[in-house]
């Protein structure tokens, strides 16, 4: 692979140059990818920045890690931060978590907190207090596709029989009246495991 043809593709200010340029860089490790990755990551057009992230979190570097951090904490586009809480996570859930949980609390936007909640919400290690806790948060959300996301969280809980599932049980119930059509749905439905 040509690594100057592609640095130039990236920093070309062209999606259509760049995006298949930071794709291809897949066939590279982890270790040649990084700064091409990186240098994504300081593009203009924010579908560059997000693909980026997503390479750093399919090629986990100390870097990559940093620069994530980074994203999630300052990027200006929600797309971007919402593909660095993903990367996040495929680098360590269990650092990620703290930041994942302070990013949810900090940043409103709707896309960054799904994003969240996805994540984590099938995650094998994630713990069932930290769920519970996340989806208390995506609850009091005034976005109708984030409270899903909640209450979808909540039927997990109840179905796998955690330590917090009598807890879950009994805000699933609660949402059984929520003006929401969807919620409403989420939670019936988690009932039923």
């Given at each position: 692979?040509?690594?100057?043809?592609?640095?130039?593709?990236?920093?070309?200010?062209?999606?259509s140059?760049?995006?298949?340029?930071?794709?291809?860089?897949?066939?590279?490790?982890?270790?040649?990818?990084?700064?091409?990755?990186?240098?994504?990551?300081?593009?203009e057009?924010?579908?560059v920045?997000?693909?980026?992230?997503?390479?750093?979190?399919?090629?986990?570097?100390?870097?990559?890690?940093?620069?994530?951090?980074?994203?999630?904490?300052?990027?200006?586009?929600?797309?971007?931060?919402?593909?660095?809480?993903?990367?996040?996570?495929?680098?360590?859930?269990?650092?990620a978590?703290?930041?994942?949980?302070?990013?949810?609390?900090?940043?409103?936007?709707?896309?960054?907190?799904?994003?969240?909640?996805?994540?984590?919400?099938?995650?094998?290690?994630?713990?069932?207090?930290?769920?519970?806790?996340?989806?208390?948060?995506?609850?009091?959300?005034?976005?109708?596709?984030?409270?899903?996301?909640?209450?979808?969280?909540?039927?997990?809980?109840?179905?796998?029989?955690?330590?917090?599932?009598?807890?879950?049980?009994?805000?699933?119930?609660?949402?059984?009246?929520?003006?929401?059509?969807?919620?409403?749905?989420?939670?019936?439905?988690?009932?039923?495991?």
């Open positions: 692979m040509d690594l100057d043809a592609l640095h130039a593709a990236i920093t070309s200010g062209d999606p140059r760049a995006m298949p340029a930071l794709a291809g860089l897949r066939a590279l490790s982890a270790e040649q990818a990084e700064p091409l990755l990186l240098l994504g990551l300081q593009q057009v924010f579908m920045r997000s693909l980026s992230c997503a390479g750093l979190g399919m090629k986990p570097t100390a870097a990559g890690w940093t620069a994530l951090v980074q994203a999630l904490q300052h990027d200006e586009d929600a797309n971007v931060r919402a593909e660095a809480a993903n990367a996040l996570v495929s680098h360590s859930l269990e650092r978590w703290p930041l994942l949980l302070e990013a949810f609390q900090r940043d409103s936007q709707w896309l960054l907190r799904c994003s969240v909640l996805s994540a984590v919400a099938e995650h094998p290690a994630m713990a069932a207090e930290d769920l519970l806790q996340l989806a208390r948060l995506a609850l009091e959300d005034a976005d109708g596709t984030v409270r899903v996301g909640g209450a979808e969280i909540l039927g997990r809980l109840v179905r796998e029989g955690s330590a917090v599932a009598g807890d879950a049980r009994c805000e699933l119930q609660a949402l059984q009246h929520d003006p929401d059509h969807r919620v409403v749905a989420a939670a019936l439905n988690g009932l039923q495991g």
